[in-house]
Nanobody, 115 residues
């Protein structure tokens, strides 16, 4: 079945960087646009970044432009999210998923930004 395993989160100080990874399985990875989402405590899940199936096109929500970079390795079925200059408002659980057919979700990876 479709599965996503996110990792790479942690407790970091403002201004630091992280690279999140998401290993996908159960579908033909290189046929799908992939997305990273985040959900902060008490808030709705928010789309933050999208990458096309080939990796040639990336899109970001305005609040993360210039600090987040989404990429993918289709040979390894992994999608990455590099986050630079982390801010306290980036604190959230981060998830990846396909852009369509979101039939299941992983556990996510917690990112906490605090001094």
């Amino acid at each position: 079945q479709v599965q996503f395993v996110e990792s790479g989160g942690g407790l970091v100080q403002p201004g630091e960087s992280l690279r999140l990874s998401c290993v996908a399985s159960g579908f033909t990875f290189d046929r799908y646009t992939m997305r990273w989402y985040r959900r902060a405590a008490g808030k709705e899940r928010e789309l933050v970044a999208t990458i096309s199936s080939t990796g040639g096109l990336q899109e970001y929500v305005d609040s993360v432009k210039g600090r987040f970079t989404i990429s993918r390795d289709n040979a390894k079925n992994i999608v990455y999210l590099e986050i630079h200059n982390l801010k306290p408002e980036d604190t959230a659980v981060y998830f990846c998923n396909r852009a369509v057919l979101q039939t299941s979700w992983g556990q996510g990876t917690q990112v906490t930004v605090s001094s």
